[in-house]
């Protein structure tokens, strides 16, 4: 039988170990170690080499962003079947300080651009298309909205029409990025300091966006998202002297720690990435005139990168 001054001990210690472990703050998650191991030789770039990981799988496409001495693109996104013949494009959105944004529209498979629309000026980080709808990231955390028939209009008539958008904005979470798949959007915030959010919304056949319950926690310094039916992979990046990220995280958890997941360098200032025909194109913001003539600058890139999905995908 424990004498009563073992007892006592026994209690205090206990009481101190509870006592600790309630006091104690609750930890950040755990940093995600990326694949830093890169080739050190000549790449299909400017610039050092991001990573093995990243040259092994993307080269330059066809297309090379337009406007860049005067705008700085974003975001990115496809249009299939755009004008009703089978053609498709990959539109990039670009903003200028105290101008319009622009919409470019450009043929994937000839590089050519073949409209450009102004629409309200903004940091434009995301757009895309889904239910005849273009969906573009507005202002102050909204989503505008637009018909595809009035921006195929718009795409196809000559110099830079301006387009409106369609009824008000609606203000979600956090829009520094959007995508879509399926009959959902998803737009989330960028933090430069820790990991962000993103939510689902659902969209309605007038365009109208309906949040789905629960938000996905992402990257620390996500600028674009490309969704597939069994990935998120996440673009982030942040100073045009730091390489970016490719997260390649397979569905099922909210919780990243939980995510299977990959992570490894790309160039620096990764912004939009989408997907056409099993093919992801990567756009970067370097080659604009804000950063292609600081020599601080690591990657100055204009065109846009491509690598096949599932080359990222099997990764995770």
């Not at 472990?21 to 991001?50: E, H, K, L, Q, R």
């Not at 705008?71 to 494009?89: F, H, K, M, R, V």
């Not at 992979?233 to 397979?250: H, K, P």
Request: proline residues 3%.
């Amino acid at each position: 039988m424990p004498r009563p001054f073992a007892i006592l001990t026994a209690f205090i210690t206990t009481a101190t170990a509870l006592t600790a472990a309630v006091a104690a703050p609750v930890t950040a998650s755990a940093a995600i170690s990326c694949d830093t191991a890169t080739t050190g030789g000549s790449t299909f770039y400017d610039g050092p080499s991001a990573s093995v990981k990243y040259d092994a799988r993307f080269s330059n496409s066809s297309m090379t962003v337009p406007e860049l001495g005067s705008y700085t693109p974003q975001g990115a996104g496809t249009w299939y079947n755009w004008d009703g013949s089978g053609q498709n494009l990959i539109l990039v959105a670009s903003y200028r300080s105290g101008a319009d944004s622009h919409i470019y529209g450009i043929n994937p498979s000839t590089g050519a651009t073949v409209g450009v629309v102004a629409v309200a000026e903004a940091h434009v980080g995301g757009i895309t298309t889904s239910k005849g709808w273009a969906f573009v990231a507005g202002t102050s955390n909204t989503i505008r909205k637009y018909r595809l028939t009035e921006l195929r209009d718009a795409m196809k008539a000559a110099g830079t029409p301006y387009l409106a958008q369609v009824g008000t904005a609606r203000s979600v979470a956090g829009a520094s990025f959007l995508t879509s798949y399926g009959d959902s959007v998803w737009s989330g915030s960028f933090n430069e300091t820790g990991r962000g959010t993103m939510y689902e919304y659902k969209i309605a056949d007038d365009g109208t966006l309906t949040t789905v319950a629960g938000a996905w926690e992402i990257p620390t310094k996500t600028q674009g998202l490309l969704v597939t039916a069994t990935h998120f992979i996440y673009a982030t990046s942040y100073g045009r002297d730091n390489r970016s990220n490719l997260y390649v995280v397979r569905r099922g958890q909210k919780d990243l720690d939980a995510a299977t997941l990959s992570c490894f360098r790309s160039p620096s200032m990764a912004e939009g990435i989408t997907e056409y025909n099993g093919t992801a194109y990567q756009v970067y913001e370097s080659g604009s005139y804000l950063y292609s003539g600081d020599p601080a600058t690591l990657n100055v890139i204009s065109k846009i990168h491509k690598a096949t999905v599932s080359s990222l995908t099997s990764l995770a």
